[in-house]
């Protein structure tokens, strides 16, 4: 399936992400969109937390007329009736609460309910996307879509790809996010993924490098896009030449330097003791992984 073939999504939950997610789909994908949630007051919070923003921010801003936001707001539907939701979709993008038995138990409904070249995509900020595709028939078409809180404004969208997740759904989970007008990073299923990882500390994102879930270039690219970070993790590492630092450092300096883990890690210890010490015009963690890494 490519993107064109999608006409409509759905999106499972419809809180903080779902809303705004659906939002999206509608107002800059012109999919149709079935939002659902479990009871038709919190359907009804989602939908008028659509239209206050699509008036907030566009229609008083004079970015689009009173009939488009009508127009936009006339592609999304609700029902709190999941099955329902899912029987004509070609994608569905499940955003309901952090929880692997709920999460699991809305993917084996979805799986039952969806048409069989539906994709399901889920917004898990944590969670494993292999252990959810896992309940399903159909762990080919399942992916991570992990949009960054506001969705509306944050423009990285990690596309996980699980264990077994073919080339064609997330090349298609790809595509939806740029069209949705984000910048889109592939990542491997791992805690956290890439950007709330990195965020945690220095050590999270050298431990991202070393297991080869993305290139260094990725995680800082994932730090500014979805963080808003002016650099990342890692090129601020090998500018400053901290990884010497951290490499021959006392333990309480390591610590401070984001090393919650009080130990060093030892691609830091191979990267220095090869000579990629970082620091102005020096190697560092970027050569390291093309000279090094990258070809393991
Ligand atoms: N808030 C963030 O910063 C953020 C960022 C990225 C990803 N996420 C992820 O997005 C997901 C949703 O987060 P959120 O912040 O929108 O939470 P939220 O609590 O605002 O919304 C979750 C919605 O899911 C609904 N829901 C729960 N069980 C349901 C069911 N059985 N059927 C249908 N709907 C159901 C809830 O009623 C609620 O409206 C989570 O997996 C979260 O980790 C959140």
Known sequence: MKLEDVKQVTVVGSGNMGAQIALLCAQLGGFHVVMNDMNQEL????LKRQS?????YFVDKGKITADQMKEILGRIRG?????EA????????????????????????LDAAAPPHAILATNTSYLSVTEIAGVTKRPDKVAGMHFFNPPAVMKLVEVVRAALTSPETA????????KLNKEPIYCRDTYGFLANRAAIGLDDAIE????????PADIDRAMKLGYNHPMGPLELGDLTGVWTIMAYGEEDRIKELGFHKGYVHPLIKMMV???YTGGPNKKGIYAFWDDVLSKW
């Open 208 to 215: 991202l490098v070393w297991a080869h879930v993305a290139p």
């Open 171 to 178: 090349s298609v989970i790809f595509d939806l996010a740029k």
């Open 273 to 275: 003791r090869a000579g």
């Open 43 to 46: 359907v009804n919070a989602g």
């Open 52 to 56: 206050d923003s699509l008036q907030k």
């Open 79 to 83: 029902t709190t009736n999941l099955a």
């Open 86 to 109: 899912a029987s004509k979709a070609d994608l569905v993008i499940e955003a309901v609460f952090e929880n692997m038995a709920l999460k699991k138990d809305i993917f084996k409904q």
